[in-house]
């Protein structure tokens, strides 16, 4: 076998050099024979992927994790957060969770997902819109045992909830580092979509750190892993079977899997349930700033070399960011020795703080670096919400609302308004939803709280509200009662 190579590498050799003496007399150089046999022997670049691999086994993965997925199924009122995200077709593309809604007319609302066990005495981690506002929480294992669950405790803001049930040595899953997940590593989900029970879906991760517009405070993973309504709260698994995430979201026009979909880092979920369990409560910290992405145009007016860096538009009056001296047009370059790539690394970054924290922003500010140490605030609850904007003020509507910063007047282009932080009851019910801006009642200008309980002190039975969402206008009939 040996000799017969040899004998083909020197008649390759024998071809090439006369080839070569051809395209000399032509004006060419000379490839020599020597050359050529040592061009043939030279071993050639190694791939980046073997192709003798193939495609990666997840038997094992499956058989590991799978006993430790569970079905959630969740029954509560009529209007629950969990019924799937929004339906509204007339937008073209739209984050949606994905919970499955069943309503049953007139009947409670049922919705379905996934979650998974990360202790054997029966805690389970899932998505909080899974369970959000339920009277009743099933957990079906893979061996056909249901247990009604307690939610222990839920963060709408990363949503993440913690459930546990009454059992004893059950399998769970392995926990793995986010942190180390390479984008275009095979990675593993399991859940429950459409209702199928422990379906197994597999893909790639396809970016880390994603910012989405409606879920600011968690660096999402991306991947083109298959997810549809009821893989919510389910786990992502790498190859070495450790969960690196929780599907939580798609990006879709239709409301189906459409090759994106969105995790939420294992450690994010792990730092919520250390809160829940220890202090039955979650907090997360605040700057008091909004921010925007540096373009190259940015940087080059403000005297950067590069884009990064989260540039500060507008301070809240009365914040931690104010108290410190930071202004409009500062860009936050570190926070403590992170450095800040871009805008959408710093609310996470920020969000994961304890509130009380002292902290050192490095900031650019008029052609030159300063640090400012800062006092990092808290991200106020929905209760919190409703207790200082006014959902006291008229229950009737169902509604917390807060006047309009002069800032946020101005990217409005209203003197006046009342900006919705809560939204329940007949204000829900009538389709109005959290940002939306009331400008008016019953024809009546809205300027302030007051004045806006005033006019509901001389209405009827119904209103009409005449309210602002992405810059359109339209009135919303609201029956008070």
Do not use: C
Request: net charge neutral; hydrophobic share 45%.
């Amino acid at each position: 076998m040996q000799a017969t190579t040899f004998k083909r590498s020197l008649l390759a050799a024998a071809l090439i050099a006369a080839v070569g003496v051809g395209y000399a007399k032509l004006g060419g150089d000379v490839i020599r024979p020597a050359d050529a046999v040592a061009a043939l022997a030279a071993p050639s670049a190694a791939p980046l992927a073997n192709p003798a691999v193939g495609l990666p086994d997840f038997r094992a993965i499956v058989e590991h994790s799978g006993p430790a997925v569970v079905n959630i199924s969740a029954v509560g009122a009529s209007k629950t957060a969990y019924s799937g995200g929004d339906r509204d077709e007339r937008v073209p593309e739209l984050f949606r969770h994905f919970g499955i809604p069943m309503p049953d007319g007139g009947a409670p609302s049922r919705g379905m997902g996934s979650g998974f066990i990360v202790s054997a005495d029966g805690l389970i981690l899932t998505n909080a819109h899974v369970v959000s506002d339920a009277d009743e929480v099933t957990v079906k294992l893979t061996d056909k045992r249901e247990f009604k669950a307690r939610v222990v405790g839920l963060d709408k803001l990363t949503d993440i909830a913690v459930l546990r049930i009454a059992a004893k040595n059950l399998p769970v899953v392995r926990l793995g580092s986010p942190g180390s997940a390479q984008v275009g590593e095979w990675v593993v989900a399991i859940g429950s979509p459409f209702g199928f029970e422990n379906s197994v879906t597999a893909g790639i991760v396809s970016a880390k750190g994603r910012s989405l517009a409606s879920d600011s405070y968690v660096p999402f993973i991306q991947t083109d892993v298959a997810v549809n309504p009821g893989n919510s709260g389910g786990p992502l698994i790498n190859l070495n079977g450790e969960v690196i995430g929780i599907n939580s979201q798609i990006y879709s026009r239709n409301g189906g899997y459409q090759g994106v979909s969105f995790a939420i880092p294992i450690d994010v979920a792990m730092n919520i349930q250390e809160q829940l369990l220890k202090n039955g409560k979650v907090s997360h910290g605040r700057l008091g700033v909004t921010i925007q992405e540096v373009s190259q145009s940015l940087a080059e007016s403000f005297g950067l070399k590069n884009t990064a860096g989260a540039l500060i538009s507008s301070v809240e009056k009365g914040s931690p960011a104010a108290a410190a001296g930071l202004e409009a047009g500062d860009i936050i370059l570190k926070l403590d020795a992170t450095e800040i790539g871009s805008s959408a690394e710093l609310p996470p970054l920020v969000a994961a703080i304890k509130p009380g924290t002292q902290i050192a922003l490095q900031v650019w500010r008029k052609g030159g670096t300063r640090d400012i140490a800062l006092s990092v605030g808290e991200i106020p609850t929905q209760a919190q919400a409703a207790a200082s904007g006014g959902e006291a003020d008229n229950p009737r509507l169902g509604l917390a609302l807060r006047p309009l910063s002069p800032q946020e007047q101005q990217a409005s282009g209203t003197a006046g308004g009342l900006l919705v932080e809560n939204v329940s009851g007949p204000a829900a019910k009538a389709g109005i939803r959290r940002g939306d801006i009331v400008l008016s009642l019953n024809g009546q200008e809205v300027r302030d709280i007051a004045q806006l309980r005033a006019l509901l002190d001389k209405s009827g039975r119904k209103v009409a509200l005449l309210i602002e969402r992405d810059d359109a206008k339209i009135f919303v009939p609201v029956d008070i009662g």
